[in-house]
């Protein structure tokens, strides 16, 4: 299977998992595990998108600078 393929495959998947899990996320019946399972999967159809092998990793520390607590 070329990439293309594997691409349009991960598509499909993805349009599958979401399409199924959506009603259960918005009803508290996703769990952690499955959500996280999921977003495995959405994470492998970034990576492939964009062409690589490894998904893109986006860490953000912030800090409050107003004087609240």
């Known amino acids: 299977?070329?990439?293309?393929?594997?691409?349009?495959?991960?598509?499909?998947q993805a349009v599958f998992m979401l399409s199924h899990a959506a009603s259960d996320v918005r009803l508290g019946r996703y769990s952690s595990d499955e959500r996280a399972h999921l977003a495995d999967g959405l994470d492998r159809l970034s990576a492939a998108l964009r062409d690589t092998d490894?998904?893109?990793?986006?860490?953000?520390?912030?800090?409050?600078?107003?004087?609240h607590a």
């Not at 299977?1 to 499909?12: S, V």
């Not at 990793?57 to 600078?65: F, H, N, S």
Request: glycine share 0%; charged share 25%; proline share 4%.
């Open 1 to 12: 299977m070329n990439r293309h393929e594997r691409t349009a495959q991960l598509m499909t």
């Open 54 to 67: 490894q998904p893109m990793v986006i860490t953000a520390t912030t800090e409050r600078t107003d004087d």
